[in-house]
């Protein structure tokens, strides 16, 4: 059983950058693609980015391909959502996700993750 754990949310204005970190922990977490979602008040949680087990590949939503990045560092069990020109519309929770170790797709669909974490708080004031 893999346990995530996010951090590096805040407050922060619009314009600015915040780096999220997501460690995988009690599991195989380096072998198994990861992904961040997020869900604004009244807002179903959406797609974000996803990355497969090397790093070789990421998925990203429209609305954050030209803003955010997705990386992974195996080494640590970690990934990492790099935030750039942080809009209003990004306040949100923050979800790490990992699929099971047999799948290798960096999928944009929330219910082909099988472990979530807790959240992150993000949000962008104007």
């Known amino acids: 059983q893999v346990q995530l754990a996010e951090s590096g949310g805040g407050l922060v204005q619009a314009g600015t950058s915040l780096r999220l970190s997501c460690a995988a922990s009690g599991g195989t977490g380096s072998t198994r693609v990861m992904a961040w979602f997020r869900q604004a008040p009244g807002k179903e949680r959406e797609f974000v980015a996803a990355?497969?087990?090397?790093?070789?590949?990421?998925n990203y939503a429209d609305s954050v391909k030209a803003r955010f990045t997705i990386s992974r560092d195996n080494s640590k069990n970690t990934v990492y959502l790099q935030m750039n020109s942080l809009q209003p519309e990004d306040t949100a929770i923050y979800y790490c996700a990992a699929r099971k170790t047999f799948l290798s797709l960096p999928s944009d669909r929330s219910d082909a993750y099988a472990y979530w974490g807790q959240g992150t708080q993000v949000t962008v004031s104007s």
């Open positions: 990355i497969d087990k090397s790093g070789g590949a990421t």
